[in-house]
């Protein structure tokens, strides 16, 4: 589903998010539970259709040749002179410059030796000279490799080199020369410089349109030096080459030594996220991550044949760095590079060719340096179409005219609350950072109707999500991958001690790439106790609300984690309405007399028992959302996700089900190279 689609529902929250319409006096959103009966197609990591029968071209490498025209047959190269090199026809004859040297061949005769190695001399001395000039070692070229044309080498002026490899034996389309000019030409720049050790000299992450007089603009790549850092440390002073000093957000900047700069380093994230982010990868996708658990343990996650293999990067007491003894490396850099042009013997079971995309930009913190100026502009709002309401406001689509940025601005209805509780959410939300909450960036209470400004995420809120077509392409992996992230935002939530009291699919949003956050903090609450306990005649979502919330009106964290079971419950059904066929008024009592909602129709029982654990009646028994989280990111070692969703691939053609399988003990994990974590 595109973004458009998301925003054509309307399904954005009247609470501090974006989502459907919820229902503050326990009313699920109207609808039918969606049906257990109908067929669910499953993504079995779904193969990019380009990679089916391609043939892998060589990374393009810059080169400072002049442009020339290249004639004769198909078969063409150019010479870093840049002169043409071809083919005679029967009827004409080429001529040809090979550094500096004038170079007839005859009709449709071959090249003479000599004139052959010219060629591959000039070729090698051009990919050798742009490698000095990006300072990373020489690629490898193999003796008896003739250069002759196939693979694109693009020179810097537009010129191509063409190229291809023959070594001595075979004439294989990725051996030898092809296969050491991959993306890790250009990506890895593994013979530092002097100025990496520099701690000022930073690099930009991403691109950044300055948004006033005081920032600065700035291009991925592009270095700048840090001055100096705001009370926050979430913007940053920084000089340009071009003499220009401004403010920058922190985390589009990293320095220059830092792994960050690599498309191929994914920083913390866990097992199943990058499984995730490999899912819809070809052969030799792959990313390198640091393990969320044990800070320092690196790992990488390779895409081979369906599956997704972990390899644990160790380091040995010289502080070289391996996957197997047989190759140390001083840097990561240089390893992957090594693994990127040869892995016959050397642990991994294919080479490290494409990189996988990161998530989207980072959330900029409140865009003003100043640590308290969260008041913005009202006519810097432009409102653009409504996209949810409910008993507070309404939820707005808008842009933030000053940077261009699309926004989701909620509003206050007048005489619906007070402007203290209203500027209570917003202080909440100020305080709460997050990947997997949603980010607020500022607030118009100057004059009413008042406005909570936050960030915009362009599918909605999940239980439309779950609902929608686009649930089509949420197999087992995405589902876990969603539900892991809730666990994480909340795990967050429940270490400064605050409470949410309305967690449910329809107060999660979800962005591109499955990113999915909490939201709505209209009921939050920080606990200076255990507990807290609400004001008389407060409403809640009953079917989501824990026993002692209903009966007691006390809430704790453990109230929490009872309403992630009911949430873990919708991503398991796709959106169904929990307690089916139960009224309302008699939810309390069934839960009373032990009632709990049964398995989903393939929802594995690992899934299940987590649920139930969140619904023990005594809030002391339910788990802590660390211990969630922890048994989430577990469920991909204990099993092979993949190997799980291709065998209920084929039970849902038998029987139809709606929910797909996530895994069972007993599989192998899938990886080698020990599995990181």
Known sequence: MGAQQGKERGSHSSGGGHGGTASCIGVPSSGSPVGLSSSHGISVGS??????????????????????????????????SGSSIGHTSKDNHSRCNAIGMNIFTEHNGPMHRVQQQQLRDAAKYQIHLEALRQSRPLPHIPAGTTMLPDADLQCQDGVSLHTQSHSQ??????????????????????????????????????????????????????QVRILSYNKSGEWCEAHSDSGNVG?????????????????????????????????????GSFLVRESESSPGQRSISLRYEGRVYHYRISEDPDGKVFVTAEAKFNTLAELVHHHSVQHEGHGLITPLLYPAPKQNKPTVFPLSPEPDEWEICRTDIVMKHKLGGGQYGEVYEAVWKRYGNTVAVKTLKEDTMALKDFLEEA???????HPNLVQLIGVCTREPPFYIITEFMSHGNLLDFLRSPARETLDAVALLYMATQIASGMSYLESRNYIHRDLAARNCLVGDNKLVKVADFGLARLMRDDTYTAHAGAKFPIKWTAPEGLAYNKFSTKSDVWAFGVLLWEIATYGASPYPNIDLTDVFHKLEKGYRMERP??????????????????????????????????????????????????????????????GKKGIPASGGGGGGG
């Not at 193969?47 to 063409?76: D, E, F, M, Q």
């Not at 002097?194 to 006033?212: R, S």
């Not at 792994?259 to 996220?273: C, D, M, Q, T």
């Not at 028994?621 to 065998?647: G, N, W």
């Open 47 to 80: 193969v990019n259709a380009l990679a089916a029968g391609s043939t892998l071209r060589g990374s393009r490498i810059k080169s400072s040749a002049t442009p020339a025209s290249v004639g004769g047959s198909s078969h063409r190269s150019t010479t870093a």
């Open 169 to 222: 034996g075979h004439n294989s389309a990725t051996s030898g020369f092809e296969s050491a000019h991959r993306w890790t030409s250009k990506e890895n720049l593994l013979a530092p410089g002097p100025e990496e050790d520099d701690p000022q000299l930073f690099v930009a992450l991403y691109d950044f349109q300055a948004g006033g007089e005081n920032q600065l603009s700035l291009k991925k790549g592009e």
């Open 247 to 283: 403010w920058v957000p922190s985390n589009y900047v990293t320095p220059l030594n830092s792994l960050e700069k690599h498309s191929w380093y994914h920083g913390p994230i866990s097992r199943n996220a990058a499984e995730y982010l490999l899912s819809s990868g070809i052969n």
């Open 427 to 433: 202080a909440i939300m100020k305080e709460m950072k």
């Open 601 to 662: 129709p393939g929802c594995p029982p690992e899934v299940y028992d987590l649920m139930r654990q969140c619904w023990h009646w005594n809030a002391a028994d339910r788990p802590t959302f660390k211990s969630i989280h922890h048994a989430l990111e577990h469920m991909f070692q204990e099993s092979s996700i993949t190997e799980a969703v291709a065998k209920q691939l084929n039970a849902t053609t038998m029987t139809q089900s709606l929910t797909p399988q996530m």
